[in-house]
């Protein structure tokens, strides 16, 4: 028998609490919604007869959102009950909307929709890099990690300020003025100065094998053109002839058949960067074919048997600062000639220059062969020398010294002595006055100068020189709550305050000189600015940081493909790093033509280089470069669910999981998180035998009655992405570990394979609504079905991102007013951007 709760009753248990929520609403519940939600039954946690309707209160106002966006799913009633009519469904959603939508915008307009917060620290370090003009400054991995709320790390709740922060702020803000400051009277020299491969000790010492390198792959050879040299590699000639035969000397080349890795690391040991700062690269190098050794071992290499390279060879330019800390600087293709490739790039003092010829495999032990290795020899990269040009200085003193001292004279009394500023009275307070002009976003108070004024005195008694007290003021100072932190009143934002947010939302930095003097009270003028920003290359940081959070992009190197499973994929940085640069770019592209946002679910091209065209099975794409590729019309890939490296960071190396996956379809493009799953549930461990399949283990999973509900909304389109692997590689069957024929083939470390294929995979499914699809492509077609949906949750991420804040409910109506005007341009990416821009959302606190 159910037992039934008067509406007299109802508002007779909570008098006050009901007071406010219209009779029409109360009336709805009580009809279809008190029978699973009473004091005795509150199916979810939820008693309805003890939620009072007092929406000053965070926790009420967010129980009472979900009621509503429940009922307008048409989650609730469930459908085994019956069911209200449209009408009377629309007339309580309203009713119950208003008042609602009243609280929160008088909340917000009491207290804004953000709280405080300070710079995160990509922010940080882009603020420091902009104020001083120095783009060579690593701040970011000096400071700690930041808290993530709502997906992003723009979040004030989530972003701590400790003693421990503070330490760490006031280390990264003392390295970055010192990187600044001059370190010389004069213009340093920018000189031009070539680094002979043959002439490095530690690449011509790779020829002679030792315990660690007995074997040939693992060994450099020398090359005159592309000719071998046994007598050099021997030993019995020079490694090189030197300036005495200059012509010479320009043929000469190390050859590898190898990638850089242990034991064979290529770079050039010979130049040590003296000073941070702006450098262009040259190299000279080719590809070459080693021919085969006799008998049955003709996958090793002979060494003494070159010729012309068949194909041209990608190579990755890294910057190590020991011990093997890699920075990439850039990639380029040697072809079959000799072939110059320039990067002009920034460096940092005491690095120094390694090189990698990526499509190469890389050995490990115990016993290996090149998977590139036929019958007829293997591939091969020549090396002849690097160039480098550097520093290159426009101005002296610098720009970034010249924030810091303006025009005083350096002075330096003997090559021994300590290089001084000169300064005379009064440059205290103007140079630090003028600091704060440039580093504050808001105008700043007398106190406020007389507070580092203090430092900066302090530090002369203490003994310190004239530029050195200057460096503890100005330390001070950007280590201040208003340079650190992002201040906002309630209301809306004033020009200043808005001209930070567009910068921080567009540049990841601060606004600039033309921003900061920018009128953007005038709608015209905030939309040229904002196109301005997006125009500027800055604009990449905020691609980059946004897809960073919004889809885990920064993980992607937070596992690796299984050894045994993928050995394909295993030590491949070449794929990994082709990956990230293909999502950013895919999304830049979105960005900068305007293009409409369905395509983050489903486009007729694809951002792809020559690795990852291989990797997709797709028609071949020449070199090392990436660039946009139309896709054949029944082509798997496109959008962003099928790149590489969503594929990769929804999957943990080993294994792949449609439930990992669906929720991140459901939360990343549609805007629907799943709940979390009950404490009390299980995880499903995978199978790597390969007995079972991950379909069937969650089959048995769905039985559980608290499990079934959202599994049902979950795992459907998780199952489509269940044709692709660990690495997004198309599969028809699961790979598998134990008994099993393994197919024939070496990965890029050189083992032979051991795993098998084992279960079909089944990317067939079933939607919520009852929709059926077969395979991931008639899936993104039932996806945008709805295409506004992914527009609207793309808004939402942005607005997320842009203002440091969760979507309120008030919120809500904006987000379909910035839809409504984008239609017509069927919502383009950019067209979004400036709608975010334009919205009350972006402007208010």
């Given at each position: 028998?159910?037992?039934?709760?008067?509406?007299s009753f109802?508002?007779?248990?909570?008098p006050?609490?009901?007071?406010?929520?219209?009779?029409?609403a109360?009336?709805?519940?009580?009809?279809h919604?008190?029978e699973?939600?009473?004091?005795?039954t509150?199916?979810?946690?939820?008693?309805?007869?003890?939620?009072?309707?007092?929406?000053?209160?965070?926790?009420?106002?967010?129980?009472?959102?979900?009621?509503?966006?429940?009922?307008?799913?048409?989650?609730?009633?469930?459908?085994?009950?019956?069911?209200?009519e449209?009408a009377?469904?629309?007339?309580?959603?309203?009713d119950?909307?208003?008042?609602?939508?009243?609280?929160?915008q008088?909340?917000?307009?009491?207290e804004?929709?953000?709280?405080?917060?300070?710079?995160n620290?990509?922010?940080?370090e882009?603020?420091?890099?902009?104020?001083?003009?120095?783009?060579?400054?690593?701040?970011?991995?000096?400071?700690?990690?930041?808290?993530?709320?709502?997906?992003?790390?723009?979040?004030?709740d989530?972003?701590?300020v400790?003693?421990?922060?503070?330490?760490?702020?006031?280390?990264?803000?003392d390295?970055?003025?010192?990187?600044?400051m001059?370190?010389?009277?004069?213009?340093?020299?920018?000189?031009?100065?070539?680094?002979?491969?043959?002439?490095?000790?530690?690449?011509?010492?790779?020829?002679?094998?030792?315990?660690?390198?007995k074997?040939?792959?693992?060994?450099t050879?020398?090359?005159?053109?592309?000719?071998?040299?046994?007598?050099?590699?021997?030993?019995?000639?020079?490694?090189?002839?030197?300036?005495?035969?200059?012509?010479l000397?320009?043929q000469?080349?190390?050859?590898?058949?190898?990638?850089?890795y242990?034991?064979?690391?290529l770079?050039?040991?010979?130049?040590?960067?003296?000073r941070?700062?702006?450098?262009?690269?040259?190299?000279?190098?080719?590809?070459v074919?080693?021919?085969?050794?006799?008998?049955?071992?003709?996958?090793?290499?002979?060494?003494?048997?070159?010729?012309?390279?068949?194909?041209?060879e990608?190579?990755?330019?890294?910057?190590?600062?020991?011990?093997?800390?890699?920075?990439?600087?850039?990639?380029?293709?040697?072809?079959?000639?000799?072939?110059?490739?320039?990067i002009?790039?920034?460096?940092?003092?005491?690095?120094?220059?390694?090189?990698?010829?990526?499509?190469?495999?890389?050995?490990?032990?115990?016993?290996?062969?090149?998977?590139?290795?036929?019958?007829?020899?293997?591939?091969?990269?020549?090396?002849?020398?690097?160039?480098?040009?550097?520093?290159?200085?426009?101005?002296w003193?610098?720009?970034?010294h010249?924030?810091?001292?303006?025009?005083?004279?350096?002075?330096?009394k003997d090559?021994?002595?300590?290089?001084?500023v000169?300064?005379?009275?009064g440059?205290?307070?103007?140079?630090?006055?003028?600091?704060?002009?440039?580093?504050?976003?808001?105008?700043?108070?007398?106190?406020?100068?007389?507070?580092?004024?203090?430092?900066?005195?302090?530090?002369?008694?203490?003994?310190?020189?004239?530029?050195?007290?200057?460096?503890?003021?100005?330390?001070?100072?950007?280590?201040?709550?208003?340079?650190?932190?992002?201040?906002?009143?309630?209301?809306?934002?004033?020009?200043?305050?808005?001209?930070?947010?567009?910068?921080?939302?567009?540049?990841?930095?601060?606004?600039?000189?033309?921003?900061?003097?920018?009128?953007?009270?005038?709608?015209?003028?905030?939309?040229?600015?904002?196109?301005?920003?997006l125009?500027?290359?800055?604009?990449?940081?905020?691609?980059?940081?946004?897809?960073?959070y919004?889809i885990?992009?920064?993980?992607?190197?937070?596992?690796?493909?299984d050894?045994?499973?993928?050995?394909d994929?295993?030590?491949?940085?070449?794929?990994?790093?082709?990956?990230?640069?293909?999502?950013?770019?895919?999304?830049?592209?979105?960005?900068h033509?305007?293009?409409?946002?369905?395509?983050?679910?489903?486009?007729d091209?694809?951002?792809?280089?020559?690795?990852?065209?291989?990797?997709?099975?797709?028609?071949?794409?020449?070199?090392?470069?990436?660039q946009?590729?139309?896709?054949?019309k029944?082509?798997?890939?496109?959008?962003?669910?099928t790149?590489?490296?969503?594929?990769?960071?929804?999957?943990?190396?080993?294994?792949?999981?449609?439930?990992?996956?669906?929720?991140?379809?459901?939360?990343?493009?549609?805007?629907k998180p799943?709940?979390?799953?009950?404490?009390?549930?299980?995880?499903?461990?995978?199978?790597?035998?390969?007995?079972?399949?991950?379909?069937?283990?969650?089959?048995?999973?769905?039985?559980?009655?608290?499990?079934?509900?959202?599994?049902?909304?979950?795992d459907?389109?998780?199952?489509?992405?269940?044709s692709?692997?660990?690495?997004g590689?198309?599969?028809?069957?699961?790979?598998?570990?134990g008994?099993?024929?393994?197919?024939?083939?070496?990965?890029?470390?050189?083992?032979?394979?051991?795993?098998?294929h084992?279960?079909?995979?089944?990317?067939?499914?079933?939607?919520?609504?009852?929709?059926?699809?077969?395979?991931?492509?008639?899936?993104?077609?039932?996806?945008?079905?709805?295409?506004?949906?992914?527009?609207?949750?793309?808004?939402?991420?942005?607005?997320?991102?842009?203002?440091?804040?969760p979507?309120?409910f008030?919120?809500?109506?904006?987000?379909?007013?910035?839809?409504?005007?984008?239609?017509?341009k069927?919502?383009?990416v950019?067209?979004?951007?400036?709608?975010?821009?334009?919205?009350?959302?972006?402007q208010m606190k």
């Amino acid at each position: 028998m159910v037992r039934l709760v008067s509406l007299s009753f109802l508002i007779a248990f909570t008098p006050l609490a009901r007071a406010a929520l219209p009779l029409s609403a109360s009336t709805f519940i009580e009809k279809h919604c008190i029978e699973c939600h009473d004091a005795d039954t509150k199916k979810g946690g939820l008693d309805l007869t003890a939620l009072k309707f007092e929406l000053s209160d965070t926790k009420t106002f967010a129980a009472w959102v979900k009621v509503h966006d429940r009922v307008r799913e048409g989650e609730m009633p469930p459908k085994k009950k019956a069911q209200p009519e449209a009408a009377s469904v629309k007339a309580f959603l309203s009713d119950l909307a208003q008042p609602m939508i009243a609280a929160d915008q008088e909340r917000i307009e009491r207290e804004g929709r953000t709280t405080w917060r300070r710079m995160n620290r990509y922010e940080y370090e882009n603020t420091l890099r902009d104020l001083l003009d120095a783009p060579w400054l690593q701040i970011k991995d000096k400071l700690p990690e930041d808290g993530e709320a709502n997906r992003f790390n723009k979040i004030g709740d989530a972003l701590d300020v400790s003693h421990v922060q503070m330490a760490r702020y006031l280390v990264a803000a003392d390295y970055a003025l010192r990187e600044a400051m001059a370190k010389s009277t004069q213009k340093p020299k920018s000189t031009t100065e070539r680094f002979y491969a043959r002439d490095d000790k530690s690449l011509v010492g790779k020829m002679k094998f030792s315990q660690f390198n007995k074997s040939p792959e693992r060994a450099t050879f020398p090359v005159l053109g592309t000719k071998a040299q046994p007598d050099v590699r021997a030993g019995k000639a020079p490694a090189t002839v030197g300036k005495k035969d200059p012509k010479l000397r320009e043929q000469e080349a190390i050859g590898c058949v190898a990638s850089s890795y242990e034991p064979i690391e290529l770079k050039f040991r010979e130049f040590e960067v003296p000073r941070s700062g702006l450098y262009k690269l040259r190299f000279s190098g080719y590809s070459v074919w080693v021919g085969p050794q006799p008998g049955e071992k003709w996958y090793r290499p002979d060494l003494d048997n070159v010729s012309n390279g068949r194909r041209s060879e990608p190579v990755t330019i890294y910057g190590e600062t020991p011990p093997r800390q890699l920075r990439l600087l850039g990639s380029f293709d040697f072809g079959t000639e000799p072939t110059v490739r320039e990067i002009e790039t920034y460096l940092l003092k005491g690095e120094i220059i390694r090189y990698d010829a990526a499509r190469l495999f890389r050995s490990r032990p115990p016993a290996y062969h090149n998977p590139l290795a036929t019958k007829e020899g293997q591939p091969g990269l020549a090396m002849q020398w690097m160039e480098v040009e550097g520093p290159i200085i426009k101005d002296w003193p610098s720009t970034a010294h010249h924030v810091l001292f303006d025009s005083l004279p350096l002075y330096r009394k003997d090559a021994k002595s300590k290089l001084e500023v000169v300064s005379k009275e009064g440059d205290t307070e103007r140079l630090l006055r003028r600091f704060m002009q440039r580093a504050y976003r808001q105008p700043f108070a007398e106190d406020d100068v007389q507070r580092f004024m203090a430092v900066i005195d302090a530090a002369k008694k203490s003994g310190s020189d004239f530029a050195n007290s200057m460096i503890a003021g100005y330390t001070a100072v950007l280590c201040s709550p208003k340079f650190v932190c992002l201040e906002e009143k309630p209301g809306k934002l004033d020009n200043a305050a808005l001209a930070t947010r567009l910068a921080y939302f567009l540049w990841n930095s601060e606004p600039d000189a033309e921003l900061r003097a920018a009128d953007l009270s005038k709608p015209e003028v905030l939309h040229a600015q904002t196109d301005r920003l997006l125009a500027s290359a800055r604009s990449r940081r905020f691609v980059n940081a946004f897809l960073d959070y919004w889809i885990d992009l920064r993980k992607m190197e937070a596992t690796s493909p299984d050894a045994t499973l993928y050995p394909d994929y295993y030590l491949d940085d070449l794929l990994v790093e082709s990956a990230v640069q293909e999502t950013q770019l895919f999304f830049n592209e979105l960005l900068h033509k305007d293009l409409p946002a369905r395509n983050l679910v489903s486009s007729d091209f694809a951002m792809l280089n020559e690795r990852l065209a291989q990797h997709y099975g797709l028609p071949k794409v020449e070199g090392v470069t990436l660039q946009r590729v139309s896709l054949p019309k029944d082509s798997v890939r496109g959008g962003l669910m099928t790149q590489a490296s969503v594929l990769k960071v929804t999957a943990n190396g080993t294994t792949t999981s449609p439930v990992l996956r669906g929720v991140w379809i459901m939360e990343r493009m549609l805007g629907k998180p799943p709940p979390p799953p009950p404490a009390s549930v299980p995880a499903i461990e995978p199978d790597t035998r390969g007995a079972h399949t991950i379909r069937q283990q969650l089959d048995a999973h769905r039985k559980l009655e608290t499990c079934a509900a959202c599994h049902a909304k979950i795992d459907p389109a998780g199952f489509a992405l269940e044709s692709f692997d660990v690495f997004g590689g198309f599969r028809e069957k699961y790979r598998a570990h134990g008994d099993g024929t393994p197919p024939e083939g070496f990965g890029k470390n050189g083992q032979p394979f051991t795993f098998h294929h084992a279960q079909p995979v089944d990317a067939s499914g079933t939607l919520p609504d009852g929709r059926s699809f077969n395979d991931i492509r008639e899936l993104k077609k039932l996806l945008l079905d709805d295409e506004e949906q992914i527009a609207r949750n793309l808004v939402r991420q942005l607005l997320v991102y842009a203002t440091g804040a969760p979507i309120h409910f008030a919120d809500r109506a904006e987000v379909e007013r910035i839809l409504a005007d984008a239609k017509a341009k069927d919502f383009g990416v950019k067209s979004l951007v400036h709608g975010v821009v334009g919205s009350v959302v972006f402007q208010m606190k």
